[in-house]
């Protein structure tokens, strides 16, 4: 072979890399490299190139080849394997070639394989903020061990910084024992939690990359053996003060002690043990090893869950001793919830401390984080430790403890309270457990069902949600279920309904009278009794039954729990107290209420056919005016402009009156968004109430509240209702409210407030509408490049704006072939709005004042994308990775990267939206006025500017009947093919996502409505 001998002296990275591309075509390929991999190469060399000493090593790893990727075609092209395997050759030859001079290029080791774990300063120059890196780079070298000799790849250890920055040595807490300072939480605290794992995620290349399991497992390991799991960041959190980040603590601060953990298990074994090989790993049961703290409460929490794990094997209820990463697990998250309030019972003279370790072990939360400490993170705890421990924690009385009613009038509990030196191990309950139910489940084997048995405590309002329930699970038992349900369903049940119900108390002035709420029955109907019922139903991975929360819920509307205006209600309630009078009259609910109500005159004393009543199919109804809201100004208000919208609606958009369940669903989520915030608007001297129906009908959260309320929870709410709605919204000037400059200088309105007795109906909005002929329409770019307004008129919206716009033109031709989509433009608008230019800060360095964090910062961080993405196209469409590559990259180039945000954060303070900042405030890659303006294609248009006022006909759209409006049920051909619709996203978006191609009217007629706000 005829090699052709590189002379590498006086050039740069880049044209040693194009002099070895040359090598590679003459000797390797016989042929030229395409320009698309020769540009991909030189694009990606400057990122990878710092952790290699020579261009022949960095082409002999695959680093460079990896990186060049992205920049090859499209985000799923691969870079093609016949260049990358030319170019390792040539640098494989190089390297043994009697021609390669050391002098000229730097030594090159043996190993062809890729180095890493680079020691690049990522942070800042703060005394924490080196030590930070100083320890994290001591644990990656370290790591080494667990990773079969492979170095950590430098990305990963780039992000574990800035997690580990976001994270560690934050608070000081004074230790009186030892008379020190500790600040913690440190690095190898940190090591051990997901926190740091999650944020090193979200900078560790690509938004879908995963953090690698193996480097988390590594860390964790060396974490334990530093002694992370020790500190009791939870205990000192209560007391800590804010720790600076030039304290003294990080000039003397040694690396984290190795052999930490060895010393403390094998006292008086010589250090260097610790470096001998590890034995075969063995599963060990049953440890009763110190793995919590000294205070007098960690050593009460620990003694008692040996108890417990001793009595579970004693028992029967295992076969075999706990695993010890099991105990170690639970030992942990039991320290973060038992026992860490007190309160004062006056009726037994005594103090409570409680949560108690028995009734943690009840409740789900104590598993769920028990979990994240077993083992590796796709790990589950054991179900068969949950279900034991449970049945113990029962048995031992934690059912009875009345956490929710004691936490209201409780304080925090001290560590060193005297109550943990002569706590008692617990005893058994002196709850009565039926021996009848006990034998069914010894002779039966299976699950026990129907039961009344006693869950919750003594006080009168107990005991009346225990009867309701029991009413409740009786009736469903007898009418609707084929079986009686689950003991296990109905515990959980009770348990969750004395979370919610009868905790508030009205006065209702119009009957003269107080009402308790919520009602049993109106607990029944809300989602969130389930939720609770489902964290104490069997195991964590288990749901509660579908079939238990449709018949609960139909009973609960049977019985009215429907007609509880809640929402209203809690403005003007206070706290119901467990002894009230009411709970003694307290009758058991009215099974006829609701058949009452809509059949008058039907007497009291109608008893429930046997059997199912025959079912008479209802003809369907539309287009309700029926009152469905409460009796306060601000209700008659809301169902009043409603109505008048509804009416439009069918006159101008739609082919048919909507459905009344519709309606029905609309009313209930408007009454929870509408009219709550009032504020006074100086510059037209008057109060302002918001956000308005019509606003509300614009954003998609109304719609999302409203299809809970419509027919089953699995139909959508229709999407020409909303598409109609939003129309409308618009016309009567929605879309011009301010709301969210306004939240933050507004106040709660009252619902019987004045303005709402005085309130007309709203009018057609008299925003300027443009319109264009259909040279421009031709003239259009497939919705790209937009440099159209979208954010308000102050003067920090307006330096946002132009920041992006000038972002979105840099990167087309640089980093983008096509221009970015509208749709993108506008997310990542309203994202930076959220974000950007928020906090001020003062330099006193350099006496200046910093507003931040900037748009470049923005475009480097994840948040921004989230939000964008929120407002790109329909729900399931994910914000091109394309796009936020191409802008992290301009952030970088911008200096977005220079920012410490985190620091500047803990003394910063409000911005204002005009703030002198923003008037003179320079634009990254601004483009000159002449360049900007330039348009892309010459073809005359015309503009029609039209002030809209009054109702327009000309427009009048139909919808196709039938669509998404139709009525789906769970069975039947027609409802299979429904079935498969997608899920349209009922976020808020610009109305003008899909633009009418419909032909335009000749210039004499009124020209078409664009649907736009731009």
């Known amino acids: 072979r005829t090699t052709t001998i590189v002379n590498f002296v006086g050039l740069n990275m880049e044209d040693q890399l194009k002099a070895l591309i040359k090598r590679a075509e003459e000797e390797e390929l016989g042929a030229e490299f395409s320009d698309e991999a020769a540009g991909a190469l030189v694009k990606a060399l400057p990122i990878v190139a710092g952790g290699f000493p020579s261009i022949v090593e960095c082409l002999m790893s695959g680093d460079l080849y990896e990186e060049a990727e992205k920049y090859y075609y499209d985000e799923g092209d691969e870079f093609p394997l016949k260049y990358s395997s030319a170019l390792k050759s040539i640098a494989i030859t190089m390297h043994d070639e009697t021609e390669f001079d050391p002098n000229e290029v730097a030594d090159v080791e ?21 030590v930070i890196e100083k320890e994290i780079d001591f644990f990656c070298k370290k790591a080494v061990e667990h990773l079969d000799g492979l170095e950590m790849r430098s990305e990963a250890i780039k992000a574990l910084k800035i997690g580990a920055n976001r994270i560690c040595y934050k608070k000081k807490f004074y230790d009186a024992e030892k008379d020190k300072f500790v600040v913690f939480p440190s690095v190898t605290r940190a090591l051990l939690e997901h926190e740091i794992y999650d944020i090193a995620q979200k900078k560790y290349y690509g938004l879908k990359d995963e ?31 804010d720790c600076e980040s030039t304290d003294g603590f990080f000039e003397n601060k040694r690396l984290p002690d190795m052999a930490y953990t060895a010393r403390l298990e094998f006292m008086g074994t010589p250090d260097e043990l610790f470096e001998k090989e590890a034995e075969p790993e063995v599963v060990t049961r049953g440890s009763t090893a110190k793995v919590l703290g000294d205070s007098p409460r960690q050593k009460c929490i620990e003694r008692e869950l040996n108890f ?21 697990a639970l030992k942990i998250a039991a320290g973060k919830f038992a026992y860490k309030r007190k309160m004062y019972d006056p009726a037994a003279d005594v103090m409570r401390i409680f949560p108690s370790v028995a009734n943690c072990l009840i409740d789900g939360s104590v598993y769920e984080e028990a979990e994240k400490h077993y083992y590796d993170k796709e790990d589950d705890y054991p179900l068969k430790y949950i279900s034991a421990l449970r049945s113990l924690g029962v048995e031992l009385g934690g059912a009875e403890e009345e956490v929710e009613e004691w936490d209201a009038v409780a304080m925090d509990c001290e560590s060193v309270d005297g109550f943990f030196d002569t706590k008692p191990l617990p005893q058994a309950s002196e709850f009565e457990f039926s021996e009848h139910n006990m034998m069914d489940v010894e002779e039966e084997g299976g699950p026990t069902r129907g039961s009344t048995e ?26 609707h279920l084929e079986e009686p349900m689950r003991d296990e369903a109905i515990k959980s049940l009770k348990t969750a309904v004395n979370q919610f119900a009868y905790k508030k108390k009205y006065y209702d002035a119009e009957n003269d009278k107080f009402i308790i709420f919520p009602s049993v029955e109106a607990c029944l109907i809300d989602q969130a009794t389930y939720d609770a019922a489902e964290k104490k139903y069997y195991g964590l991975r288990d749901e509660y039954p579908l079939k238990y929360i449709s018949v609960l819920r139909s009973l609960g509307v049977e019985t009215g729990g429907a007609e509880e205006d809640t929402t209203d209600m809690a403005d003007n309630a206070l706290d119901c107290e467990s002894t009230d009078g009411f709970f003694e009259n307290k009758r058991l609910p009215d099974m006829y209420r609701t058949a009452r109500l809509e059949f008058m005159g039907m007497p009291d004393e109608l008893e429930y056919q046997e059997g199912p009543a025959p079912e008479v199919e209802k003809p369907e109804t539309r287009g309700t005016t029926e009152k469905m809201l409460g009796d306060t100004p601000r209700q008659k208000c809301i169902e009043r402009e409603l109505d008048m919208i509804i009416k439009m609606a069918a006159e101008d958009h739609l082919d048919d009156a909507m459905r009344d369940e519709a309606i029905k669903g609309l009313k209930i989520a408007a009454n929870q968004f509408a009219y709550k915030r009032k504020m006074y608007d100086a510059a037209a001297d008057v109060i302002r109430v918001f956000p308005s129906v019509a606003n509300c009908l614009i954003d998609g959260a109304i719609y999302e509240e409203a299809e809970k309320h419509y027919y089953d929870e699995d139909d959508e709410y229709p999407l020409k209702y909303i598409s109609a709605l939003r129309s409308i919204g618009i016309e009567l000037g929605g879309a011009e409210e301010e709301v969210e400059e306004w939240d933050p200088v507004a106040m709660d309105c009252e619902s019987v407030d004045g303005f709402f007795d005085k309130k007309p ?15 421009e329409e ?61 906090k001020k800060f003062y330099d006193a360095e350099k ?30 469409d994910e914000f091109p990775l394309k796009y936020t590559s191409a802008m992290r990259s301009l952030g970088i180039e911008a200096g977005g990267a220079d920012e410490d945000v985190d620091h500047m954060m803990e003394m910063a303070m409000d911005c204002e939206s005009t703030d002198g900042f923003f008037a003179t405030k320079a634009i990254p890659f601004a483009v000159p006025e002449e360049v900007a303006k330039k348009p892309k294609k010459k073809k005359k248009k015309k503009k029609v500017v039209v002030k809209k006022k009054g109702k ?28 498969k619709k997608k899920k349209t996203s009922n976020r808020s978006k610009s109305p003008n996502t899909k633009r009418s191609k419909s032909p335009k009217p000749p210039k004499s007629t009124k020209p078409k409505k664009r649907h736009s706000t731009d």
Not at 216 to 238: C, K, N, P, Q, Y
Request: proline share 3%; hydrophobic share 30%.
């Open 308 to 328: 417990f794990i001793k009595k579970a094997v004693d028992d029967g209820h295992l076969e075999e001793g706990m695993r010890d990463e099991a105990i170690k």
């Open 778 to 838: 031709e003239e259009e770019d497939d919705g790209r490049g937009s440099t159209a307004q979208i954010l308000g008129d102050t003067p920090r919206q307006k330096l946002i704006e132009a920041e992006v716009n000038s972002f979105v033109r840099k990167s087309h031709g640089e980093h983008l072939e096509d221009e970015m989509r509208n749709e993108a433009i506008k997310g990542l608008k309203i994202g930076a709005n959220k974000i950007a230019y928020k």
């Open 110 to 130: 043996e190993s062809t394989e890729p180095p890493r774990g680079s020691i690049a300063v990522i942070l800042g120059d703060t005394p924490r903020q080196k």
């Open 211 to 241: 953090f690698p399991l193996k480097y988390i497992s590594a860390l964790r390991s060396l974490a334990v053996e530093a002694g992370g799991a020790e500190e009791d960041t939870d205990e000192m959190e209560g007391m800590a003060a």
């Open 761 to 775: 109906l709203p009018q057609q909005s008299e925003f300027e509408w443009e319109y264009e002929d259909e040279d």
């Open 952 to 979: 327009k006909t000309g427009d009048k759209k139909k919808t196709k009947k039938g669509g998404d409006d139709e009525k789906k049920s769970k069975k039947g051909g027609d409802d299979a093919a429904a079935k």
């Open 454 to 479: 006693k869950i919750l405590g003594d006080t009168p309002r107990q005991k009346i949600i225990e009867r309701d329930i029991d009413f409740f699970v009786k009736k469903a038992g007898e009418d």
């Open 847 to 876: 006496d200046i004042f910093i507003v931040f964090p900037s748009v470049a910062w923005c475009m480097i961080d994840n948040d921004i994308y989230e939000v964008a993405e929120e407002h790109y196209y329909q729900k399931e």
